[in-house]
């Protein structure tokens, strides 16, 4: 394998001579090796950080033309110092058994687990949906634990909740060596505490989390009803809160709405800053078409580009997924991709869009904000008329419209049973027949969410 | 504590320390300056806890003490008082009374135990420099700071101390100002440290043209201390990047250049450069530079300069902004301008050790 990269270094070489001048290309490529080249990346090891800047800022467009003419297509170039010389020092040229010392600086790059290098600022596509969300992210990474704290980002599925709180961690592990960044789902904590009480180490335990600089948890929505857990947390919480350190959160609702949740931590949650991610409008799902095609090397029709961001709407995952089908469909069979054969090929997904696009969350929104209650109301236990009708309405629309079962909205309405549901679904039924104006309201608002 | 001064004297002294102060912070101690008496002087100190800053200035001292008063709001209210004699009485709970002419302001501080204090220097290494030449040396290189973020020991300038001389270099990659100053110091002084752009800035503000700044460098932390003020900063932890690798070797042409002609053609220029591809061009011909620039669809300008100039003809294309940022900020009458060829980089010189190496843009033509 040595041999191959080296052989495919020369004939890079060669391409790029011709490019930059003979005294850049000797000051700044002669010490350059190729250390390994996969079908979307080409990794380069330089002597140390100042080739890489120079590089980067100077040459990529004529070593990206020399990797396109040789390799057939453009690939990412990753970049890794042998050496961190200190300035002024002369240029040390790479000395044999760096590659351990490479080894180990990409495993520090690395270091905390669960951090999936994908998912960066960088590959982020900001939007009007999420503009907030991620400025305040980004705040939060560029001076942790000065500006909000704790951050607490919510939003629907496949939204990039993860992302932002991934993009946090790896700006600052990149960043100072001494950060120590540790990211978790609300789910492993609780494993961990239980695992802890089961074999008596409490204090390890403790020990681990609390001495983060920065903590941040994936689905705390997870916690609720785990009260044990929810007390370990808390405490976590408030020894990093006061310690400066940054935490962030994230949820698929806002805090006040996760059931069984203690208040305390509802009011310690709601501190900071809490920040919202829509679904994208369509000119941010083309944006983000672009850009994973972009990264995956993919050429696709911007007709194609159009059809999937206008029929897929509630998802960025399913976005992403139904352009990976599409791409590999072109690139195995190699037929024209028209718009039949791409609407068969996501016929399930279509389908599924069409069917999910009304959630028992989207209806209890839509719902309270016509009859002007409070979202919280939708799962409140509080029944006077004027909030148990909207509530008895919108059990009605999701028992309609979507596919879930009496128990399923029972438990998303607050805790109730089947039976409460069912009546009121009957009620609803009967009053429609006799007022002409609640069948207006009610029709109103089924459009509205069908749209 | 109480005291009074005049006003002239409360407000330059607030002007030198007020910027440290930053808007949002999380600690409302950080967003306080400080006020000490101390023999017949009163030190104002802020810090955001990256940089910290202390200055002083006489006043007739009533009663010893110390408190915190907000910053920003201290400034606004001392700025716009009427008269000059100003009388501050602080009483036990932090309220500072403040007195001047026929107004009075009342404003509630914190105290002053919470306010966090500045690092001890006690086993750091000391150097003396001259004030005029540090505010020099920054003034030349400081502009070249890189402000991404991503390359974070690119985030302030280089403090290099070796062979008795300080090195001051600043770079963001596709240019590099680096500027020599002599000095002594014993070998064991020797260091390398990177100053960030905040405290650069803010010690600026603070040197003049007479006296010495004495340098302390202990652990992660740096103190400027100057006639009677005091910086104190952190510094960026890891290595400057090898710059010595940047700068190109033998140079082909040289032409001389006066540098205020020449910044004024470039800022002409520049005028009609586009946004996009953002470039000037010069075309070198026999004694005499063109300088042009275009953006399509809109239009072209063009200058002529002449020069003493007997290399062969050729074109090179720079980002205007980074040709005239070294232009601004340098004080000689005439520079030097060495290049090699199209591809390779610019290198600006003057008589005295300095050098910015500057990389060129590609000519689409």
Not at chain 1, 125 to 133: D, T
Not at chain 1, 420 to 433: F, I
Request: glycine fraction near 6%; hydrophobic fraction near 40%; charge should be neutral.
């Amino acid at each position: 394998m040595d041999e191959k990269s080296s052989q495919l270094w020369t004939k890079l070489s060669a391409a790029l001579k011709p490019q930059v001048s003979a005294d850049t290309f000797k000051r700044w490529f002669s010490a350059v090796k190729l250390t390994g080249a996969t079908a979307d990346e080409v990794t380069l090891l330089v002597p140390n950080n100042i080739y890489q800047f120079w590089i980067e800022s100077n040459h990529m467009p004529a070593l990206q033309s020399a990797i396109s003419s040789v390799l057939g297509g453009p690939r990412a170039v990753k970049f890794v110092c042998a050496v961190d010389t200190s300035a002024g020092s002369d240029a040390a040229d790479p000395e044999p058994g760096i590659s351990a010392r490479v080894q180990a600086a990409a495993e520090r790059a690395n270091k905390t687990p669960g951090l999936n290098p994908r998912n960066t600022f960088e590959s982020f596509v900001v939007g009007p949906n999420n503009e907030i969300a991620h400025a305040a992210s980004l705040a939060v990474a560029q001076s942790p634990a000065k500006t909000y704290n704790p951050l607490f980002i919510y939003g629907g599925v496949g939204l990039g909740k993860t992302h932002l709180m991934q993009a946090i961690g790896q700006y600052l592990g990149a960043r100072g060596k001494s950060t120590r960044v540790m990211y978790l789902s609300s789910e492993l904590f609780i494993n961990e505490f239980i695992d802890a009480i089961q074999h008596n180490n409490l204090v390890k335990f403790r020990k681990r989390y609390r001495q983060a600089d920065l903590l941040l948890i994936d689905d705390i929505h997870f916690l609720g009803g785990k009260e044990r857990s929810q007390e370990e947390f808390f405490h976590t919480f408030n020894t990093l809160f006061d310690g400066h350190k940054q935490i962030v959160l994230s949820s698929d609702r806002p805090a006040s709405e996760i059931a069984n949740l203690e208040h305390r931590l509802v009011s310690r949650f709601e501190w900071g800053l809490t920040a919202e991610l829509q679904p994208p409008d369509v000119e941010t799902r083309m944006a983000i078409l672009r850009k994973k095609a972009h990264t995956l090397k993919i050429k696709l029709r911007d007709e194609i580009f159009d059809f999937l961001a206008t029929r897929i709407k509630t998802n960025v995952r399913r976005l992403e997924g139904a352009l990976m089908r599409v791409a590999s469909f072109a690139s195995l069979s190699g037929k024209e991709l028209t718009h039949e054969v791409v609407e068969h090929l996501l016929k399930d997904i279509l389908q599924e869009e069409a069917r999910r696009a009304v959630t028992i969350d989207q209806i209890q929104r839509r719902v309270a904000e016509h009859f002007d209650v409070r979202l919280a109301d939708m799962t409140s236990k509080r029944r006077p008329a004027n909030i148990a009708f909207p509530r008895q309405i919108a059990m009605y629309l999701a028992r309609e419209l979507t596919k879930a079962s009496l128990n399923e909205i029972g438990e998303a309405f607050g805790g109730r049973d089947h039976g409460t549901v069912l009546h009121a679904c009957k009620l609803v039924k009967k009053r429609m027949k006799e007022q002409d104006k609640i069948r207006q309201t009610i029709s109103f608002i089924d459009s509205a969410l069908q749209r | 504590m109480k005291f009074s001064v005049t006003k002239e004297k409360l407000l330059e002294c607030l002007q030198q320390v007020q910027n440290v102060v930053s808007t949002r912070t999380t600690l409302p101690i950080l967003s306080n300056v400080l006020l000490q008496t101390n023999g017949s002087e009163v030190r104002l100190t802020t810090t955001d806890l990256d940089v910290g800053v202390r200055g002083s200035f006489e006043a007739q001292i009533e009663k010893e003490g110390a408190t915190t008063l907000p910053a920003r709001r201290l400034f606004t209210i001392i700025r716009e008082l009427p008269s000059s004699e100003i009388q501050f009485d602080v009483d036990g709970k932090n309220a500072a009374s403040i007195r001047s002419g026929q107004s009075f302001f009342k404003i509630l501080g914190l105290p002053e135990e919470e306010f966090p204090p500045l690092p001890k220097f006690d086993d750091s290494k000391v150097v003396t420099i001259r004030q005029k030449d540090l505010r020099d040396g920054l003034r030349k290189t400081s502009y070249a700071i890189s402000t991404d973020e991503t390359r974070y020991v690119l985030n302030g300038v280089l403090f290099s101390f070796k062979d008795n001389k300080l090195t001051l270099v600043a770079t963001d990659g596709r240019r590099l100002a680096m500027l020599d100053i002599d000095l002594e110091f014993p070998r064991s002084h020797e260091a390398d440290i990177i100053v960030p752009t905040k405290a650069v800035t803010e010690l600026q503000r603070l040197l003049t043209d007479d006296g010495d700044v004495r340098v302390s460098v202990g652990g992660s932390q740096i103190a400027f201390d100057l006639n009677n003020s005091l910086l104190v900063s952190k510094l960026i932890e890891g290595n400057y990047p090898n710059y010595r690798q940047v700068i190109p070797g033998e140079m082909k042409e040289r032409v001389t250049l006066e540098r205020e002609t020449f910044l004024n053609s470039l800022r002409r220029v520049s005028l009609l450069a586009s946004d996009k591809s953002n470039s000037i061009k010069l075309n070198f011909s026999k004694n005499n530079i063109d300088i042009t620039a275009n953006t399509p669809e809109v239009g072209e300008a063009k200058e002529s300069l002449p020069v003493a100039y007997k290399g062969r003809e050729f074109s090179i294309a720079f980002n205007p902004e980074f040709l005239m940022a070294p232009l601004r900020n340098l004080a000689e009458d005439e520079i030097f301008l060495d290049l090699i060829d199209e591809m390779s980089p610019g290198v600006i010189k003057i008589q005295s050790p300095f050098l910015y190496v500057l990389m060129p843009m590609r000519i689409s033509s």
